[in-house]
């Protein structure tokens, strides 16, 4: 009987834009390792592929995982409040109000 054991999931994970990725990275102070040739970041570890969208990582580890996704998606929304010339409010942690001046 082993005394050890490794449960290991693959989840969903589709981030589109590697320097938006990067930049969620940095906002959680995350160190990374990014492989550009294959599209492969390890962090944490967790290993993302880029390519096919998938993330791997221990199941114990899902919060880290939620924790990126919530970081990557606030990034993109800053990018696009500052491609369409919107200014950005922090109403909650986990909310943000676009408006257009």
């Known amino acids: 009987m082993p005394c050890y054991q490794v449960n290991l999931v693959s989840v969903q994970f ?3 834009s590697i320097p938006l990725l990067e ?3 940095r906002e ?3 160190g990374y390792t990014l492989n550009a040739d294959t599209q492969v970041l390890y962090t944490r570890g967790m290993t993302i592929n880029l390519a096919t969208e998938k993330a791997t990582l221990d199941r114990y ?3 880290l ?3 990126l996704k ?3 998606s606030t990034e993109v929304v800053k ?3 500052s491609k369409r ?3 950005l409010k922090r109403r909650a942690k986990q909310q943000l109000q676009a408006r257009r001046y």
Do not use: G
């Open 14 to 16: 589709q981030a589109k």
């Open 65 to 67: 995982l939620n924790q």
């Open 23 to 25: 930049a969620a990275l």
């Open 28 to 30: 959680l102070q995350w």
């Open 70 to 72: 919530v970081a990557y």
């Open 79 to 81: 990018a696009v409040a």
């Open 61 to 63: 580890d899902q919060d």
């Open 85 to 87: 010339k919107w200014v």
